[in-house]
């Protein structure tokens, strides 16, 4: 039972290219989350998916897109990295959306815009 | 709004000393509350969490958190500080959001906790 992964668990990339996060959970949690990681921030809120088929925005969607591709995975997309992009990015899981549900975490991939 | 505050934004700590890691919360309605810790270069761990019942809270690696709903506080502790404990903490209210039994994390900005031999 590996819980979240993430992949890959770095990146470099140039302004203006483009890249996709993978993320994988096997708890079968409905629902799916992407965080970024900023210091002096704590974690934001970039999209979510209460479950399969379904996506939301969260606190700071702009720049990204996000596939809940099916139950297992969801996968967050940058199509033209800026170096404000430059960050740690954790994707998470739960079993629902309700409020006393815990969220578990992936181990991050640590994303670079040059 | 809900949000969460740690105003400290590190404690430091002797080895076998008691620690306290602050937070408050504001939130309208019942509190859903949450400790993660984050140890270097590694995901979020799931530590404890508030939902209903006894104030004083016990989780993960001896720590527990104590729920004070006059203070607005829900404060992390652990009787005997361990040099491993170093780490950043992250404190977070759960978003009662669009349909009030649902919603999402809210965090903290994290303390880091450094624990001295």
């Known amino acids: 039972n590996a819980g979240v992964t993430q992949t890959p668990k770095f990146q470099v990339l140039k302004t203006g290219q483009s890249m996709t996060l993978q993320c994988a959970q096997d708890?079968?949690?409905?629902?799916m989350y992407w965080y970024r990681q900023d210091p002096g921030m704590g974690l934001r809120l970039i999209y979510y998916?209460?479950?399969?088929?379904?996506?939301d925005k969260g606190e700071v969607p702009n720049g990204y897109n996000v596939s809940r591709l099916n139950k297992r995975e969801f996968s967050l997309r940058l199509e033209s990295a800026a170096p404000s992009q430059t960050s740690v990015y954790f994707c998470?899981?739960?079993?629902?959306?309700?409020?006393?549900?815990?969220?578990?975490f992936g181990p991050g991939t640590r994303l670079t815009v040059l | 709004a809900q949000s969460v505050a740690q105003p400290e934004d590190q404690v430091n700590v002797a080895e076998g000393n008691p620690l306290t890691v602050k937070c408050t919360y504001s939130?309208?309605?019942?509190?859903?509350l949450f400790w993660y810790v984050q140890y270097p270069n590694r995901g979020l761990q799931f530590l404890l969490k508030?939902?209903?019942?006894?104030?004083l809270v016990k989780g993960s690696y001896g720590f527990e958190a104590e729920f004070n709903k006059s203070q607005t506080s829900f404060h992390l502790k652990k009787p005997s500080a361990l040099v491993s404990d170093s780490a950043l903490y992250f404190c977070?209210?759960?978003?009662?959001?669009?349909?009030?039994?649902?919603?999402?994390?809210?965090f903290g900005k994290g303390t880091k906790l450094s624990v001295k031999p």
């Open positions: 708890m079968n949690h409905n629902s």
């Open positions: 998916s209460a479950s399969e088929g379904t996506t």
């Open positions: 939130v309208s309605g019942n509190p859903y």
């Open positions: 998470a899981s739960s079993d629902s959306l309700q409020v006393t549900d815990t969220q578990y």
């Open positions: 508030y939902i209903t019942g006894d104030n």
């Open positions: 977070a209210v759960r978003d009662k959001g669009k349909r009030g039994s649902q919603g999402n994390l809210i």
